[in-house]
């Protein structure tokens, strides 16, 4: 199962652009990483016309509705309960049973349209402040018993987000509503409170919204899209219960749920396709196999046999069957690979390795290749010198400036240091992932003249996060919650930011220079920012090297014979379901 | 007999004692806080009031200790967990909610039993009946081909892990020729018929692997059993094969082969993880490695203890049937 989403707490920015291009292009591991330009083109956008967030979707091609789709996958979600669900699967298959206010449109070419879900439009910036927020209900949109979804129960999923048994979920909107990043300080929630009402969140009538923050929050839309904005009956609330039984507003319900078998979607009859402007009900039901390994469910999908032709094997395809499946040409588009938005660093404690020098060596060591090929080589990720993905809006390749081959350049690394043999203790998972990558950090760096002692730690994450961990080096990724780089530059490089633990910069990055550029383009006018986050990247990788990019994430999974309409989502880069039928 | 099985019963109880502080005070000595794992990896602000708040509602912030008498009186008597208004009930037998997923672990280990179960009792009668016939019917043909043969695919089936064995079945019943499904567990209750077709492949893939190592301690047993005096004079007195073989030195046999059944069946219902992941069941050994590798105390906890009270209760069990079956053996 991929990790969690991190959750990123953004200053303010403005990221209504209108289109952004990135490049990116298949690795070849001959010359480095070779994303220095060219390639596909990403675009992404928010909708300024209301037509974009009306239903229908339009008619997938060749789908026809009925069968069922299978999904296979190793382990139960975590949570399924919107307000504290923070998985890229989970919020995956949720989509096929529940909406929020926003949501991404995708056409699985890389085009990328932020447009309204349950709401008429993105939103509406009342004072173009970006501080009052409005948002407006369509007209047609039900719960799965018929009754009308109101702004109350958007509302009412927002303020059980913030109750202390209802966590795991983002906390954005949260933070925001009160401004504080301890954010149940004081609202805690209906529970606790005995109020549904959230301070800064007003129910103008049954179909209108408010938010009003204290400062101003131009991502709302994006933060929108994740699940705390699901409607929630409160009459039909059975708090940390609805994990188990969540009510639907999209166009399945569930039908069945048998922790750790399975999980079964249905037809929801009073979902409206006329409202929804993402979604298909192609399959007649959707059901979750719960317990196969990755190694089984491709078998699975590859094989065929009776029901697994209409099977996506979503854990993605073990490194034991990777080339069989890259070397079987019959199967066509049943093998899906694609970028996913999550990046591998090799992160540096820049306040232990002060010397910039020393970091411009571990980045001309580093054997990146060889990191990758344990986890399954070119299908599994794309070597990449970049700190944002190519996911995201606005972001640009630029020639890697210590570009030590796609294996390490020690001749080159060993120069800069200058004789010296610095020390470096470099903290590994203790998982698989950790002794698998360990070794190839070590050796990369001691050819290169360094002293390395790996020490393999239980709690890596939290330990990272802590300031002043005593570790110089450790592997660490970043997948941001939507494709803007402000939930990536100013999460990972604001060093003004940290704090004693829970720090998401756990290269403990502080530059002045580098901060007040954050400043500046936070402020920016729509459009303009994408590009200018993609220079902040270049000036942060040029001067400071605070982390060595590794490579970037793909998604590679097969699919049976009767798959049809998969797309890979660029926010959260797993499949998604919206257009998917089965084949007559 | 009631002063053997006191004894046994109290015997036991001290070791299951013994593995819950020691269970407890591992999963306290390794370098971690559970409160900062649920918050840190997921929480971009995981300040100290909030691992407080994590550390309340968890009960994690009582000394540990006070956590141990409270997990285990809430075991035989329920308790509440946390404090303030986030407290929760948890009914006996309470075994805490899961850090991951927060669901009471009585629910996760109500759901993953029954999985383990059927595979391992399904399994055990595979490799019992198959095992002890054919180490039975190989001493008493010692020597023959149906000897040899089952000596060598004994020895086979005693090499061969059900990683590999496992995978191979699936490859040539599921996936090639599409004979079988892929096992799809559902409960006895609710379908006896699809119950038994997902238990096929996991019973023959252990039952047969195990049954080697049945097949080759019973015929060694048998072999010496038949050697016995007891044996030579009761065929001297003129008893029928039947009655020589079936009730005196079966019976003589058997005995050891009771133990390390016993022994092998509680340490099985502990978790059969392997047999689990191969053919895609989430039991109780597939839920155990998970949660030792998430750190998820409450589970570690209580799949732990249930797999002591197996290993234990199969070990008082064995001892009382040594003496029903070998009338050589007196409880005293």
């Not at chain 1, 990790?3 to 490049?23: G, H």
């Not at chain 1, 590859?302 to 034991?320: I, K, S």
């Not at chain 1, 049809?564 to 257009?579: A, D, K, R, W």
């Not at chain 2, 007195?237 to 009655?243: A, F, N, V, W, Y």
Request: charged fraction near 20%.
């Amino acid at each position: 199962m991929r990790p969690r989403l991190a959750v990123a707490a953004t200053s303010a920015a403005l990221v209504l652009a209108s289109s952004a291009l990135a490049a990116c292009s298949e690795n070849t591991g001959e010359n480095g990483d070779s994303d220095n330009g060219g390639g596909k083109q990403f675009t992404s956008s928010i909708a300024t016309d209301p037509k974009d967030s009306q239903g229908p979707a339009a008619e997938v091609p060749g789908a026809k509705p009925g069968g069922a789709l299978k999904l296979i996958q190793e382990q139960d979600f975590e949570h399924l309960d919107p307000q504290r669900t923070y998985t890229f699967f989970g919020m995956s298959i949720q989509q096929m049973f529940v909406r929020t206010l926003t949501v991404f449109k995708e056409d699985g070419n890389g085009n990328v349209l932020l447009v309204g879900d349950l709401a008429t439009d993105p939103g509406k910036d009342v004072n173009k402040d970006c501080k009052t927020w409005e948002y407006t209900l369509k007209e047609g949109v039900k719960f799965e018993d018929g009754t009308p979804i109101k702004a109350a129960d958007v509302a009412y999923g927002i303020a059980r987000s913030f109750e202390e048994t209802i966590d795991g979920g983002p906390t954005y909107v949260q933070e925001w509503l009160a401004d504080n990043a301890e954010y149940n300080a004081t609202y805690k929630g209906p529970y606790t409170s005995g109020s549904d009402t959230v301070p800064g969140l007003t129910v103008k009538d049954d179909r209108t919204l408010v938010f009003t923050f204290a400062k101003p929050h131009c991502d709302l839309p994006f933060a929108l899209s994740l699940p705390t904005s699901v409607p929630v009956p409160k009459a039909q609330d059975t708090k940390t219960e609805y994990d188990r039984r969540v009510v639907s507003s999209g166009p399945y319900k569930i039908k069945e749920y048998v922790k750790d078998t399975r999980f079964v979607l249905e037809r929801n009859p009073n979902w409206d396709p006329k409202t929804d402007p993402l979604r298909h009900a192609y399959p007649e039901t959707i059901e979750v196999e719960i317990g196969p390994n990755d190694t089984a469910a491709t078998e699975r999908a590859l094989a065929g046999q009776g029901a697994d032709q209409t099977a996506v094997a979503w854990d993605e395809v073990p490194q034991a069957l990777v080339n069989q499946v890259l070397g079987d040409s019959s199967l066509g588009e049943r093998v899906v690979r694609k970028p996913s938005p999550s990046v591998w660093y090799l992160s540096i404690n820049n306040e232990r390795i002060k010397d910039v020098k020393v970091r411009q060596a571990i980045a001309y060591a580093i054997d990146k290749q060889g990191i990758l090929a344990t986890q399954g080589g070119d299908a599994s990720g794309k070597l990449t010198h970049t700190l944002l993905a190519d996911t995201t809006i606005g972001r640009t390749a630029y020639p890697n400036p210590y570009d030590g081959g796609p294996t390490g350049n020690p001749e080159k690394a060993k120069e800069l240091l200058g004789g010296q043999k610095p020390k470096l203790v470099f903290m590994s998972r203790a998982t698989a992932f950790g002794q698998q990558t360990a070794p190839i950090v070590e050796q990369s760096l001691e050819k290169a003249g360094f002293d390395v002692t790996v020490q393999y730690v239980e709690d890596h994450n939290p330990t990272a996060r802590t300031r002043g961990n005593p570790y110089d080096i450790y592997l660490s990724n970043w997948a941001a919650d939507w494709p803007s780089a402000v939930s990536t530059i100013p999460v990972l490089w604001d060093g003004r930011k940290l704090g004693p633990q829970g720090n998401s910069n756990v290269s403990y990055f502080n530059a002045d220079d580098v901060n007040a550029e954050i400043d500046r383009v936070s402020n920016l006018p729509a459009g303009e920012a994408g590009p200018e986050w993609a220079k902040i990247d270049q000036t942060i990788m040029e001067k400071y090297v605070p982390v060595v990019p590794i490579y970037q994430d793909n998604t590679f999974l097969v699919t049976g014979a009767k798959v049809g309409g998969l797309i890979v989502s660029e926010q959260f880069g797993v499949p998604v379901f919206y257009n998917s039928h089965i084949k007559q | 007999m009631l002063r053997f099985v006191v004894k046994k019963v109290l015997l036991a109880l001290s070791t299951l004692l013994a593995v819950s502080v020691i269970t407890f005070g591992m999963f306290f000595a390794v370098p971690n806080n559970p409160a900062e794992l649920m918050c840190g990896d997921s929480k971009n602000v995981c300040s100290p009031e909030r691992i407080e708040m994590i550390e309340r509602r968890m009960g994690l912030d009582k000394p540990i200790p006070v956590q141990y008498a409270e997990f285990m009186r809430g075991v035989f008597v329920g308790r509440t967990i946390g404090t303030g208004p986030t407290a929760r009930d948890c009914p006996a037998p309470c075994l805490g909610f899961s850090f991951r997923s927060d669901e009471p672990v009585t629910g996760i280990v109500g759901r993953t039993l029954p999985v383990t179960l059927s595979i391992v009792f399904g399994a055990a009668v595979v490799w019992l009946v198959l095992g002890v016939s054919i180490g039975m019917v190989s001493a008493l043909r010692r020597g023959s081909a149906f000897d040899k043969l089952a000596v060598g695919t004994s020895l086979v089936g005693a090499s061969m892990p059900i990683l590999l064995f496992g995978p191979l079945l699936l490859i040539g019943l599921v996936y090639e020729t599409g004979l079988l499904g892929y096992p799809r567990y559902t409960p006895l209750t609710e379908n006896p018929l699809a119950w038994a077709s997902a238990m096929i492949l996991p019973w023959f893939a252990l039952g047969f692997l195990n049954s080697a190592t049945y097949a080759r301690l019973s015929r060694a047993q048998m072999l010496e059993t038949l050697s016995e005096d007891f044996v030579r004079t009761a065929r001297a007195k003129g008893l029928s094969k039947i009655t020589v073989y079936g009730r005196h030195a079966l019976r003589a046999a058997i005995t050891p082969i009771i133990t390390i059944a016993g022994l092998d069946l509680g340490a099985y219902l502990g978790g059969t993880v392997i047999t689990e992941t191969v053919f895609g069941f989430t039991g109780l050994g597939r839920t155990a490695l998970n949660a030792a590798l998430d750190l998820d105390m409450p589970i570690v906890m209580a799949t732990v203890l249930l797999a002591a009270v197996f290993v234990v209760a199969a070990n008082v069990l064995v001892d009382m049937l040594y003496a029903v079956v070998d009338p050589r053996v007196r409880l005293g």
